[in-house]
């Protein structure tokens, strides 16, 4: 039995998988660290990480014995549509207003697409927005697997659809709205505060999947108990920590327990005063 796992960088691990909710949760489940499948990348859109699912479907690692976590990214990713930029963050905002200011290899990229990136961007509706994520959960209902469906970000569908008959829990089948950037931006005091603000300030992101090492452990937990009673109600938003740090400085002792400062020391050469 596998741990598989399909998403963004929620789901990648970067640096240190010691405090990653793939690596704690696969501890959790007596699966070793060799046999967790991560296909997890970082600015990807969900079309790239379908793609993904569908060759693990058809390669010899599939098994039906495995555990297969599947976390929806955000929706207004496009498909990319060279092998080579597939780790690019899929044209976030690059039609909107800052497609001069991104670095000079992606507005390349961009510029070389442009007619299919307007012309998709242009066609984006909610039907268009959600369809793939339908036909994502009934693919993963019909598996022998036990699958978990997750959001990275906001809801998996529309709330209105979201009790859907389609999309209910079944047997082998949990879908979690779990909203996983709520939670990495509820860790920050000053909520006005995002992702790029890390960039800003450590000139990467210090934390696994986007997490304090606290949340790490809390989402590990979670999914550990959803998948061992086959109950998506043991995953709980309100047991998050919040409020953790402010940003205020480079170094202090919450960054140091929280981010695994001294592993990145060693990793990146990173300097903090």
Not at 175 to 184: A, P, T, V, Y
Not at 240 to 248: E, F, G, R
């Amino acid at each position: 039995m596998k741990l598989v796992l399909f998403g963004d960088s929620f789901v990648s691990i970067h640096l240190d998988e010691t405090y990653s909710w793939p690596f704690l949760l696969a501890h959790n489940l007596n699966i070793s660290k060799d046999d967790i499948l991560n296909f997890g990348k970082p600015g990807t859109g969900l079309d790239w990480s379908i793609c993904q699912f569908i060759s693990y479907l058809n390669s010899n690692d599939y098994n039906e014995n495995d555990i297969v976590i599947f976390v929806v990214t955000n929706h207004g990713r496009p498909p990319i549509m060279e092998n080579e930029n597939q780790s690019m963050s899929a044209g976030f905002g690059a039609y909107n207003n800052d497609i001069e200011n991104i670095p000079t290899n992606v507005k390349q990229y961009y510029k070389k697409y442009d007619a299919f990136y307007r012309t998709w961007f242009d066609l984006q509706n909610d039907d268009m927005k959600y369809k793939d994520r339908w036909l994502l959960a009934l693919a993963l209902k019909q598996l022998p697997n036990f699958t978990i469906l997750m959001s990275g970000f906001k809801d998996i569908v529309l709330p209105s659809q979201a009790n859907h008959i389609l999309l209910q829990n079944s047997d082998n089948f949990l879908k979690i709205e779990s909203d996983l950037i709520s939670i990495s931006k509820n860790e920050m005091m000053n909520k006005k505060l995002g992702l790029r603000d890390f960039y800003n300030y450590f000139d990467y992101e210090p934390r696994t999947c986007h997490m304090s090492n606290s949340n790490n452990i809390v989402l590990a937990d979670q999914l550990s108990k959803c998948i061992i009673n086959r109950n998506s109600s043991y995953f709980d938003k309100n047991s998050y920590h919040k409020n953790l740090y402010d940003l205020s400085s480079k170094y202090n002792n919450v960054f140091e327990k929280e981010f695994n400062l001294e592993t990145h020391r060693e990793k990146r050469n990173v300097k903090l005063v």
